[in-house]
Nanobody, 126 residues
Framework: QVQLVESGGGLVQPGGSLRLSCTISGGTFTDFAMGWFRQTPGKEREFVAAINRVGITVNYGDSVKGRFTISRDNAKELLYLQMNSLKPEDTAVYYC???????????????????WGQGTQVTVSA
């Protein structure tokens, strides 16, 4: 079966940067549109960023636009989330997600994804 694993989380100071990675196994990497979501205790899982199968088109949640960059390296079969200018409110568990679809769309809703990683904790604090 398809499995996703996130890595790269940790503690960072406000204004700092962090890069998350996600790898997928059990499927062909380029078959999957992918995304990042985050969740804090007691809150709904929030859309962060999405990317289509070939990495040409992307979309971001309003709270991270201009600060985060989603990318993928299809040769290395890795998904990334580069997070810059981090704020305390970015603190959350970050999840990568994947869905196998034809075409070149990206997806921004939780229900559109069929595979999820276990999450990695990002804490932004002085």
């Amino acid at each position: 079966q398809v499995q996703l694993v996130e890595s790269g989380g940790g503690l960072v100071q406000p204004g700092g940067s962090l890069r998350l990675s996600c790898t997928i196994s059990g499927g062909t990497f380029t078959d999957f549109a992918m995304g990042w979501f985050r969740q804090t205790p007691g809150k709904e899982r929030e859309f962060v960023a999405a990317i289509n199968r070939v990495g040409i088109t992307v979309n971001y949640g309003d709270s991270v636009k201009g600060r985060f960059t989603i990318s993928r390296d299809n040769a290395k079969e890795l998904l990334y989330l580069q997070m810059n200018s981090l704020k305390p409110e970015d603190t959350a568990v970050y999840y990568c997600a994947a869905v196998s679809r034809g075409g070149f769309a990206y997806y921004t809703e939780k229900y559109e994804y069929e595979h999820w990683g276990q999450g990695t904790q990002v804490t932004v604090s002085a």
